[in-house]
C-alpha cells in the first residue's frame, strides 16, 4: 500500500527545520516575546491591538473594507471585507484577551506591622501560592469624579519598584505544611506589600498614609478613586525565552495572548479573499464569560449587524452566522512531563506538535461543551494538509480528571461551525506559563490557511 493506514502527528521542528523558516520562527517569537512583556491586561492587549490595527489601515469607519470596532476597551471585532456576499458566512477567529490575576478590592489599602498593605480579590482559575514572594506589578485603570481616566503601570521598569505578596517562613510552617493546599492558602491573605515608611504628618496609619501621599503625588487620586478603579496585580518581569535552545517561551498570560498574537498575525498577514475575515477579542473568558464585554454579550451580533447595514442591507445576520466557519482560538493543556498521570496519553497532545483540536470542552460527561461536527474537522483536516500544517487531535487530561471551558459554545449557539484549536501551554494559569516558538509558528500557518480558505 502507498499510504501507511496510521496516523502519526508531524513536528514542528522537522517540518520547519529549514534555515529560512528557522529564522522567520525566531522573528516571530521575538515580536511574541515583546507582545507579552507589553501586554498583561485586557485592555493593554486591546490598546496594542488597536493600534496595531490602524498601522494596516484599519478604522472604524465602516464603509472602508477594514474595519475595527473596539468595545469598552475591553472586546474588539476586526473584520476585512471578502468577495462573497456576506450570506456566504465569514471565516471567524475568536480568542480572549483576560488572564488570571488579582485584582484590587475596592478598600485595598491598609497597615499591619508597619508594613502598608493592599488587599486583593482573585480573577479566574489561579493556584494561590504561585503568586506569593514573587515581584509584582500595578496594571490598570483609575477613573476620576471630574470624568478623567488615569492609566496605572508600576513595576515594570528596572527603576521602578515592584509589590510583593509575603510568605510565611518555613521554620513556622508546620501546621501550613499539615493542611491541604486549599486550606493553607487562603484569599484573604493574598496582599501585597505597599510600603513600610511612615509619613511625617498624621499619629496613626502613619505607613498607609504615606501610601496615600504617594499615590496622590505620582497619579493625583485620593483613597475614594480606588472605589472607581481597575487595577490589577500582575506578574513584574519581561517574558523570556526559556532553555539552552531558546526552544520555548516563558510569559505570564499565555493564555490566551498566545492565540491572540498568532490570530493577529495571521488576519493581518492575509490578503482579501472569498470570504470576509473576522478577529474577535473577547474579554471576561476566564470568569465564565458574563458580563457587556464578555462572549456571552451582545457585542458580536451588535457589531457585525452594523458592518451589515452598511456593507449589505439586504443580508441577513441568522445567515451570515449560520453559514460561517469559526476557530475558538484558546490554548491547550499538552501533557506535562512531570504528571503524565493525569492525562490519558491516547488522547493527550504534545508541546512542538503544533496546534490542538478539541472536538469538545467541558467537563465529565461532556457537560457543558460544544462538539464540533465530524464534518467541520474533515474538511479542517483536509485544508492543514494541503500545507502540510501540524496539528494534532486531542481531549484536555483524564475524563474525570477537571475540564474547562472555552467561548466555543457561546457561538456555537448561532449554529455556525465552531471548533477549538489552538496551541499548548505548559504551566497554564501561572505566572510564568511556557508555550513552543514552534507551535506559535505552525499555528500562525494554520490560522493563516483558515482565513484564506
Ligand atoms: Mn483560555
Ligand atoms: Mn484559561
Redesign the pocket.
Known sequence: MDEALDHKGRNCWDRYGSETEMQAMDGLAGEYVDFLTRCKTERETVQWVLEQSRAFGFSEDIQQGAVVLPFRGKAVLLARRGENPLAEGLRLITA?VD??HLDLKQHPLHEECQVGLMKTHYY??LKKYQWLARPLALHGTVALADGSVVSVCLGEDDEEPVLTVLDLLPHLSRKQREETVEKAFVAEKLNVAVGHVPSLGGKESRVRQNVLELLHARYGFREEDLFSAELQIVPAGKARFVGLDRGLVGGYGQ??RLCVFAAFKAFMGAPASAHTQVLLLWDK??IGSDGATGAKSRFMEYALTDIMEVWEPAARLRHVLGRSKAVSA??HAPMDPDYQDVHDKYNASLLGFGPVFSKFTGHGGKYGASEADAEYVAWFRALLARDAIPWQMAEMGKVDEGG?GTVAKELAVYGMEIIDFGPGVLS??SPFEVSSKADLYATVQAYTAFYLS
Open positions: 480572549h488572564t488570571p479566574g482559575g493564555d490566551d473568558e476566564e484558546d490554548v474547562g497554564m494559569h
